[in-house]
C-alpha cells in the first residue's frame, strides 16, 4: 500500500502539486548549485569569465523551463489527464504553437546564437537603436540595457540583429586642446611634449602611450592641437578627464593661452 493511498482524493489534488512544485524547486536549486560552481572558475578574467557568467544565466533559464516543463505534466497527471496523449501530440501541437509564436521562437534562436557567435555578454556596453548601456540581463527571450542613468530598455532577442559592442577591444581617450594664435606652434609643441613626458603612466585605465598628434585644424579663434591615449573599453572618458586636467595645468604653467570663443568686432565709419 502506498503511503498517500489512504489520503483522500480531493486532497490528494492538493497536497500532490504541492509535493511536485517542491520536489521541482530542490531540484533547479541543486542543478543551479552545481551550474554556479562549474561555471565560475577563480582563473577566468575579463571576457572568458563574463562569457562563463552569460552561458550560465542562459543554461538555468533553459534548465529552469524544462523543469517546469516535467512539473506542469506531473500536476495534469495527478488530476487524471492523459499526458501520453499529450506527448505523443506535441508533433502536431508544436506546429500549431510554432505557428502561433512565431517571435517566441526567433528569441530563443536568436538568443542562442547571440550566445554561440559571442556578440555581446552580461558586462558588455552595446548601443541598440540609439540607446547606449550595459548589458544586465541576457536570457532567451530578452536581452535588458541598463544606460548610466539607471533606465533599463527590455529587447526581444530577436530585434537585435544591429549592435554596436563597445566592450570587444580598447576605446581611444581623444582630448582636443584649443590653443590661441598668438602661440608659437614650435613652443607650444614642446610644451605638449614636456607635458606629455611628465604625465606618462599615470593616466587611469590607459593600455598606451600618450601620443600628441599634434596641429589638428584651424577654427576662427583657436589652433586645435590633438591628444590620444588607447584605454582599456569604456574607460575613455575617465582618461579624457584626467588628461584635459593635466595639460591645461602644464599649459597654465608655461604661460600658454588656451582660447575661448570670443568675437571681434569692428567699428566701421
Same mark, same amino acid.
Given at each position: 500500500? #502506498?503511503?498517500?493511498?489512504? +489520503?483522500?482524493?480531493?486532497?490528494?489534488?492538493?497536497?500532490?502539486?504541492?509535493?511536485?512544485?517542491?520536489?521541482?524547486?530542490?531540484?533547479? #536549486?541543486?542543478?543551479?548549485?552545481?551550474?554556479?560552481?562549474?561555471?565560475?572558475?577563480?582563473?577566468?578574467?575579463?571576457?572568458?569569465?563574463?562569457?562563463?557568467?552569460?552561458?550560465?544565466?542562459?543554461?538555468?533559464?533553459?534548465?529552469?523551463?524544462?523543469?517546469?516543463?516535467?512539473?506542469?505534466?506531473?500536476?495534469?497527471?495527478?488530476?487524471?489527464?492523459?499526458?501520453? $496523449?499529450?506527448?505523443?501530440?506535441?508533433?502536431?501541437?508544436?506546429?500549431? !504553437?510554432?505557428?502561433?509564436?512565431?517571435?517566441?521562437?526567433?528569441?530563443?534562436?536568436?538568443?542562442?546564437? !547571440? !550566445?554561440?557567435?559571442?556578440?555581446?555578454?552580461?558586462?558588455?556596453?552595446?548601443?541598440?537603436?540609439?540607446?547606449?548601456?550595459?548589458?544586465?540581463?541576457?536570457?532567451? #527571450?530578452?536581452?535588458?540595457?541598463?544606460?548610466?542613468?539607471?533606465?533599463?530598455?527590455?529587447?526581444?532577442?530577436?530585434?537585435?540583429?544591429?549592435?554596436?559592442?563597445?566592450?570587444?577591444?580598447?576605446?581611444?581617450? +581623444? !582630448?582636443?586642446?584649443?590653443? $590661441?594664435?598668438?602661440?608659437?606652434?614650435?613652443?607650444?609643441?614642446?610644451?605638449?611634449?614636456?607635458?606629455?613626458?611628465?604625465?606618462?603612466?599615470?593616466?587611469?585605465?590607459?593600455?598606451?602611450?600618450?601620443?600628441?598628434?599634434?596641429?589638428?585644424?584651424?577654427?576662427?579663434?583657436?589652433?586645435?592641437?590633438?591628444?590620444?591615449?588607447?584605454?582599456?573599453?569604456?574607460?575613455?572618458?575617465?582618461?579624457?578627464?584626467?588628461?584635459?586636467?593635466?595639460?591645461?595645468?602644464?599649459?597654465?604653467?608655461?604661460?600658454?593661452?588656451?582660447?575661448?570663443?570670443? +568675437?571681434?568686432?569692428?567699428?566701421? #565709419?
Amino acid at each position: 500500500m #502506498k503511503i498517500f493511498d489512504i +489520503i483522500p482524493i480531493d486532497i490528494k489534488h492538493i497536497i500532490y502539486p504541492v509535493i511536485y512544485i517542491i520536489i521541482g524547486i530542490i531540484c533547479y #536549486k541543486i542543478v543551479k548549485k552545481i551550474i554556479n560552481q562549474a561555471l565560475k572558475p577563480a582563473k577566468l578574467k575579463g571576457h572568458q569569465k563574463q562569457r562563463a557568467n552569460t552561458i550560465r544565466i542562459v543554461i538555468l533559464n533553459i534548465i529552469k523551463y524544462i523543469i517546469g516543463a516535467f512539473v506542469l505534466l506531473a500536476i495534469l497527471a495527478n488530476f487524471g489527464i492523459n499526458v501520453k $496523449s499529450i506527448v505523443a501530440g506535441l508533433g502536431i501541437t508544436t506546429a500549431i !504553437i510554432g505557428l502561433a509564436f512565431q517571435d517566441l521562437a526567433k528569441d530563443f534562436i536568436a538568443g542562442i546564437s !547571440i !550566445i554561440t557567435e559571442n556578440q555581446f555578454e552580461v558586462g558588455d556596453t552595446i548601443e541598440y537603436d540609439g540607446f547606449m548601456g550595459e548589458v544586465v540581463f541576457l536570457g532567451l #527571450k530578452t536581452t535588458r540595457i541598463r544606460d548610466y542613468k539607471g533606465a533599463t530598455k527590455i529587447i526581444a532577442n530577436h530585434k537585435l540583429d544591429t549592435v554596436i559592442n563597445y566592450s570587444l577591444h580598447d576605446s581611444l581617450a +581623444i !582630448i582636443d586642446l584649443g590653443i $590661441s594664435y598668438e602661440e608659437n606652434p614650435e613652443k607650444v609643441a614642446v610644451a605638449l611634449e614636456e607635458i606629455k613626458n611628465e604625465i606618462e603612466g599615470k593616466v587611469p585605465n590607459a593600455t598606451g602611450e600618450i601620443q600628441v598628434w599634434g596641429l589638428d585644424e584651424f577654427e576662427d579663434s583657436t589652433m586645435k592641437y590633438r591628444i590620444v591615449v588607447e584605454t582599456k573599453p569604456n574607460e575613455q572618458y575617465g582618461a579624457q578627464r584626467f588628461l584635459r586636467s593635466e595639460f591645461k595645468k602644464g599649459l597654465d604653467k608655461r604661460h600658454i593661452k588656451v582660447s575661448y570663443p570670443q +568675437i571681434e568686432v569692428h567699428n566701421g #565709419k
